[in-house]
Nanobody
């Protein structure tokens, strides 16, 4: 059974930083692309970033590029999202997902329970 457990969310002031983690189990982590998506209040799921199996290729949504960094530790089966220069519009629930996700609202994929990120002064 695929299990994904996110952590690291919280309340942070604009301009602050957070590091999200996602511990995976139930599948061969190192053999899978991994993705971060987020649920912004009042909107659908939004693709944020993904990373290839070896961690050598990453992609980012335009809204987070230059501020967020995705990475992975395959021996630890853990995915990370370093978020810097946070903005109020980054507020939402962040989910890690197994595999590449093109359309987070319509694709079928496994994701965790999410971790809440709130950016507010």
């Amino acid at each position: 059974e695929v299990q994904l457990m996110e952590s690291g969310g919280g309340l942070v002031q604009p301009g602050g930083s957070l590091r999200l983690s996602c511990v995976a189990s139930g599948f061969t982590f190192s053999m899978n692309y991994m993705t971060w998506v987020r649920q912004v209040p009042g909107k659908g799921l939004e693709w944020v970033s993904d990373i290839n199996r070896s961690g050598t290729t990453t992609s980012y949504a335009a809204s987070v590029k230059g501020r967020f960094t995705i990475s992975r530790d395959n021996p630890k089966s853990t995915l990370y999202l370093q978020m810097n220069s946070l903005k109020p519009e980054d507020t939402g629930v962040y989910y890690c997902a197994k595999g590449p996700v093109s359309s987070p609202n319509t694709d079928t994929y496994s994701r965790g329970q999410g971790t809440q990120v709130t950016v507010s002064s």
